[in-house]
């Protein structure tokens, strides 16, 4: 008997690693007195800026039913040349809980604090933790 090929209609292998988070792209930001929010599905990113800097927030939710690791990469840009990369690891967040942590970004050209900054996912990747 001969062999047949696999059919082309065939769906992909499902990946071992749930899409616990989404990442859908940001709508417009939501404005909280001098703080924009994005919101990335269940990502979300504040951005506040002051003399010094942009003091940014993430906070990431695990919506799945198992622990995951998260890391990302956030961009934080503005006018006359700001421009600040985050990068943060989350190992372990339980399921309904979530990851967040916050630091001021200072542009180390000494570009001045944008008063309107815009932000942006880089890189993101979970793991099962």
Request: proline share 10%.
């Amino acid at each position: 008997m001969k062999p047949t090929a696999p059919s082309k209609s065939a769906a992909p292998a499902a990946s071992s690693t749930p899409a616990a988070v989404k990442t859908a792209p940001a709508a417009a930001p939501e404005q909280e007195g001098d703080t924009k929010v994005y919101k990335f599905g269940d990502i979300e990113i504040r951005l506040t800026p002051n003399k010094l800097g942009v003091y940014t927030a993430i906070h990431i939710l695990n919506s799945s039913r198992r622990s995951m690791d998260f890391s990302i990469t956030v961009r934080v840009t503005g006018p006359s040349g700001y421009a600040v990369t985050m990068q943060r690891d989350f190992p372990s967040v339980l399921p309904g809980e979530s990851a967040r942590d916050a630091g001021l970004l200072i542009d180390k050209d000494n570009a001045p604090a944008p008063a309107d900054p815009v932000a942006e996912i880089v890189k993101f990747e979970q793991t099962d933790g």
